[in-house]
């Protein structure tokens, strides 16, 4: 997005009253934000939810010198601003109903990740470690992009295991992305940005207060195919996001442990709820299946809404199409990247190592589009990360 369009963005989103809730129907009814700041009290007023209070204050905005010295931090400190137009915008999260209208961003965002969130307890014991870094390796390994929220315990552990696999890994936080939160993760936060991306909903400056952390769950939620519990106590945070999860009609996976463990009685609450009890992989690449079939065979309808009730239409469209919709290719016309490493597999079994090496696909991009194919039932993977097509 070019300066002049984002300084728009930008001032529209700091407008008092307006946020998330009121940005898609402005934006719906004049087109961009700039004609927001164009249109008459009159016009504004037949946006639904706008008091005259904030209609006045739109109108009223001149701080665009702010604006522009925003903008100019976000280039230095190497920060893009991702709107939910963009084509790198989680395509997973455009259909909650809350999304962020635009998400600060440091490093890359590939709109086509098949992303699996790992949260769990900030005081993990050595079994949740060890479990979390092996599940996240694994994971990462098979081409998922793994997704938490950068704090303490189980998170960190989470980041680390995709790290260690070379796999991608994207972190949201409850701060804004100068505000690195736990302090000590700085490393951290900087490796994830080189092998991934960190992002939040709030910009620079923003510090971690309590309430931004639920907040942000529905971001880990929302962007993941699916969301696995490791190790939480009865009032963790990380049941809000599974919570979140179910709501938002994603897969549910949990941890067991001892049940005569504190901080394990959450994750064994999720099961008998009727979460997925996890002891590989396989469990829960299995359940997203079904997830990545229907988002290939079932392109967004014009009229069709978020699954939320009362929810609005995630984005604006043009002549009843989506102009950005989440349209995958259907599961007959294969992406590009599938074309290239389905060509690039021999009769025989032939080695991830040679298909990436064969098509010139980075490493992360084409661990994704093994496992995709693999979920497709177009490849089979052997031990040793040997692949076959399936015949």
């Known amino acids: 997005m070019n300066p002049e369009d984002l300084k728009y963005w930008l001032a529209l989103m700091s407008v008092e009253g307006v946020g998330d809730t009121l940005f898609g129907p402005l934006l719906e009814r004049f087109g961009s934000p700039a004609a927001v700041f164009s249109a008459s009290v009159h016009e504004l007023a037949g946006v639904p939810k706008m008091s005259k209070k904030i209609s006045q204050t739109i109108l009223a905005f001149n701080d665009w010198d702010g604006i522009l010295r925003q903008i100019d931090g976000l280039n230095k400190a190497g920060i893009r601003i991702v709107t939910f137009l963009d084509e790198s915008y989680p395509r997973h999260l455009l259909n909650v109903y809350d999304r962020p209208v635009l998400l600060y961003v440091a490093g890359h965002l590939h709109s086509d990740d098949i992303s699996i969130a790992i949260v769990g307890s900030r005081h993990a014991s050595t079994y949740g470690k060890y479990t979390t870094d092996r599940i996240s390796r694994e994971l990462a390994l098979r081409g998922a992009t793994i997704v938490s929220g950068m704090a303490r315990g189980i998170d960190s552990c989470a980041h680390r295991g995709a790290l260690a696999a070379n796999g991608r890994t994207i972190a949201v936080l409850g701060s804004g992305l100068d505000v690195i939160y736990p302090p000590e993760n700085k490393k951290l936060f900087e490796a994830i940005v080189e092998q991934g991306a960190v992002i939040s909903e709030y910009p620079p400056g923003t510090q971690p207060l309590p309430f931004h952390f639920p907040a942000r769950n529905r971001i880990i939620s929302g962007i993941s195919y699916g969301v696995l519990v490791v190790e939480a106590g009865e009032k963790s945070g990380s049941l809000i996001t ?56 079932e392109p967004v309808s014009p009229d069709r809404k978020a699954t939320q009730t009362g929810s609005e239409q995630p984005y604006p469209q043009k002549n009843g199409v989506p102009e950005r919709a989440v349209l995958e290719k259907n599961v007959e016309t294969l992406l590009p990247t599938d074309r290239k490493i389905l060509k690039a597999i021999a009769d025989g079994k032939t080695h991830a190592d040679d298909i990436i090496q064969e098509t010139g696909i980075p490493p992360a991009e084409a661990m994704g589009a093994l496992m995709r194919l693999e979920l497709q039932g177009r490849v089979l993977q052997h031990p040793g990360k040997l692949f076959t097509l399936k015949k």
Do not use: C, Y
């Open 242 to 297: 599974a919570k979140l999860a179910m709501e938002q009609g994603r897969e549910v996976f949990a941890i067991p442990g001892p049940i005569d463990s504190a901080s394990s009685r959450g994750a064994n609450h999720l099961i008998k709820q009727g979460a997925k009890l996890i002891d590989s992989v396989d469990d829960i690449l299995e359940e997203i299946l079904p997830q990545l079939e229907r988002t290939a065979r």
